[in-house]
């Protein structure tokens, strides 16, 4: 935790004491960023609003100190993201599989049409948890397009220049993997 | 747009626009009044625990332990005077002597020294201070000790020119005392042969 408001955390003596926050609020702007930002790593919707609601939890243990962060929404992304990389960490393969796409595919569609929307999902899920890590890290954040490269890169730890690297990367290696599982197929 | 890249956007969609299920914030703000309800509840109990008592339960615990060792103390002068009861005449051994003084100076006046010092040999219940010492000692009240050789020649001057003293040891004085006491029978008897020849008559 310490690691994680270490970057963002300023020192309150260096600038004027902002007004208190309100958890409330914070909860109705972030809690569904907060929810896709874990669920694009764990996959799995009950499991991401866990890691919301600890989230919260932490940012109500250091509500005395919330004054001094400087950038809410990305120390609350990391804490998130973090939080979300902990609970994969202790999940299985097997069950990370089985989740796998079944939150994902759409809902409107036919039987027919959705088997086959969830086949393909599932094909350019497993590639992309294939990836590098970093890549993948990378490309799952800036999937949500609600943050940034500077955002992505203080969520990560990176410099800017480095995101966007590897998210050309990222993005490169996946269409060869994807075009080359399609011509398999 | 390749058909690879139609099939990334539509998987990367599918994430960006995943919704959590309704009454999710009300949840977490649930959660969130919980928790606090919880540390609310810990901090009474801390409160009104140890934690902040700890320092005064410290200090008391000092304090009884310190009120423990003196007593303990105590009891065990109290048990030592007990077991050795010819201590406690040494230790106050003052107080009697002092006492023997004041006997001294009282009874002097009337009685030659010879006569004096078997009388300073008597135990006597004199007034002692006021001590746990000497209140809770079986020994109590101490045996007098004999005089010195200087409180003896101090009795001697003291009642050098007593007058019994001095009628003992002048023979004109004890041969007109013993006229006197001589004189005194024969008047009584000659009273009384007087008397019983009335009678008789």
Same mark, same amino acid.
């Given at each position: 935790?310490?690691?994680?408001? +270490? ?20 909860? +109705? ?34 509500? @005395? ?10 120390? /609350? ?10 609970? @994969?960490?202790? @999940? ?28 393909? /999902?599932?094909?350019? /899920? ?39 690297? /590897? ?15 399609? @011509?398999?197929? | ?22 009454? =999710? ?6 959660? =969130? ?33 310190? =009120? ?31 006492? *023997? *003084? ?21 135990? *006597? ?74 009678? =008789?008559?």
């Amino acid at each position: 935790m310490a690691s994680i408001e +270490g970057c963002s955390l300023a020192l309150s003596f260096m600038e004027d004491a902002p007004p208190a926050v309100d958890l409330t609020e914070l909860v +109705g702007t972030y809690s569904t960023l907060l929810f896709r930002v874990a669920n694009s790593v764990l996959r799995s919707r009950t499991e991401a609003e866990d890691v919301v609601q600890e989230v919260f939890l932490r940012v109500w243990e250091h509500r @005395k100190s919330l004054s001094a962060v400087r950038d809410m929404r990305v120390w /609350l992304v990391r804490i998130a993201w973090n939080l979300a990389l902990d609970h @994969k960490r202790r @999940k299985r393969p097997a069950q990370l599989e089985q989740t796998f796409g079944n939150s994902l595919a759409s809902a409107c569609l036919p039987a027919d049409a959705a088997i086959e929307e969830d086949q393909r /999902l599932r094909a350019v /899920l497993g590639e992309i948890e294939r990836l590098p890590k970093a890549e993948r890290h990378v490309l799952l954040l800036s999937a949500l397009e609600e943050l940034g490269n500077s955002e992505i890169a203080a969520v990560l730890g990176r410099t800017e220049s480095a995101v966007r690297a /590897l998210l050309f990367r990222a993005r490169a290696r996946l269409r060869e993997r994807v075009e080359k599982g399609s @011509k398999f197929r | 747009m390749s058909d690879a890249e139609k099939k990334i956007a539509a998987a990367l969609a599918r994430l960006r626009e995943a919704e959590p299920s309704a009454g =999710l914030e009300r949840r977490i703000l649930e959660g =969130l009044a919980e928790r606090e309800r919880r540390v609310t509840v810990a901090r009474w109990y801390n409160w009104r625990g140890t934690r902040s008592w700890r320092p005064a339960i410290a200090l008391s615990l000092a304090c009884a332990l310190l =009120l423990a060792a003196g007593v303990t103390s105590f009891l065990f002068e109290s048990g030592r005077i007990d077991s050795h009861p010819r201590t406690i005449s040494r230790q106050s051994a003052g107080a009697p002597q002092s006492a *023997h *003084h004041k006997i001294v100076s009282q009874v002097s006046p009337i009685q030659p020294p010879g006569v004096i010092l078997p009388v300073l040999r008597k135990p *006597h219940h004199t007034p002692q201070p006021n001590t746990k010492d000497a209140a809770s000692g079986p020994g109590f009240p101490a045996p007098p000790l004999p005089l010195t050789e200087q409180e003896r020649l101090l009795l001697r001057l003291a009642h050098r020119n007593d007058p019994q003293v001095r009628t003992i040891l002048n023979p004109e004085q004890r041969a007109a005392e013993a006229a006197r006491a001589t004189e005194q029978f024969q008047q009584f008897f000659a009273i009384n042969a007087a008397e019983m020849r009335r009678q =008789l008559e």
